[in-house]
């Protein structure tokens, strides 16, 4: 029974966004004429290029918080959990328009970007921040799911 199943937002137009953007950034540094030009291309490039590669190895098919923690499956198919008395707090992060819900556990953090939390998902997940395994037995009893 799914409590909270993310939503993935966005994710096809930031990967277009930002390779066009490392696309222009190379034909600059190929028509830079100076030092200082080649090395500011060059710079940037590799920022935006380890991004994209970042965003790749952190990419997550799906991401469902139900009563016994956290599942997700990741790019290559495998799938993970974290069990919900291991959670320690889901915070929902948006910078320049890209999107990420981070999820710490206490061996393992889970980066999950292009995913969003809706409002109503924000504040539920506020009041029982400090225990999720409260806060899912909490939803359990009273049958209020998402």
Same mark, same amino acid.
């Given at each position: 029974?799914?409590?909270?199943?993310?939503?993935?937002?966005?994710?096809?137009?930031?990967?277009?966004? &930002?390779? /066009?953007? +490392?696309?222009?950034?190379?034909?600059?540094?190929?028509?830079s004429k100076s030092?200082?030009? @080649? $090395? !500011?291309?060059?710079?940037?490039?590799?920022?935006?290029?380890?991004?994209?590669? &970042?965003? /790749?190895? +952190?990419?997550?098919?799906?991401?469902?918080?139900?009563?016994?923690?956290?599942?997700?499956? @990741? $790019? !290559?198919?495998?799938?993970?959990?974290?069990?919900?008395?291991?959670?320690?707090f889901i915070h929902?992060?948006?910078?320049?328009?890209?999107?990420?819900?981070?999820?710490?556990?206490?061996?393992?953090?889970?980066?999950?970007?292009?995913?969003?939390?809706?409002?109503?998902?924000?504040q539920r997940l506020?009041?029982?921040?400090?225990?999720?395994?409260?806060?899912?037995?909490?939803?359990?009893?009273?049958?209020?799911?998402?």
């Amino acid at each position: 029974m799914k409590v909270i199943d993310l939503e993935k937002r966005f994710e096809l137009r930031t990967w277009v966004l &930002l390779s /066009v953007f +490392n696309m222009l950034l190379l034909v600059g540094y190929m028509h830079s004429k100076s030092e200082l030009g @080649n $090395l !500011f291309f060059s710079f940037l490039l590799c920022s935006v290029s380890l991004l994209l590669a &970042l965003l /790749v190895v +952190n990419s997550k098919r799906n991401l469902t918080v139900c009563r016994h923690g956290v599942y997700y499956r @990741n $790019l !290559f198919g495998q799938c993970r959990h974290m069990h919900a008395r291991q959670v320690q707090f889901i915070h929902h992060y948006s910078l320049f328009g890209l999107r990420l819900v981070l999820i710490m556990s206490e061996k393992y953090a889970c980066f999950a970007p292009f995913y969003s939390l809706s409002h109503k998902q924000q504040q539920r997940l506020k009041r029982y921040d400090n225990d999720l395994f409260d806060w899912l037995k909490n939803l359990q009893k009273t049958n209020d799911f998402c």
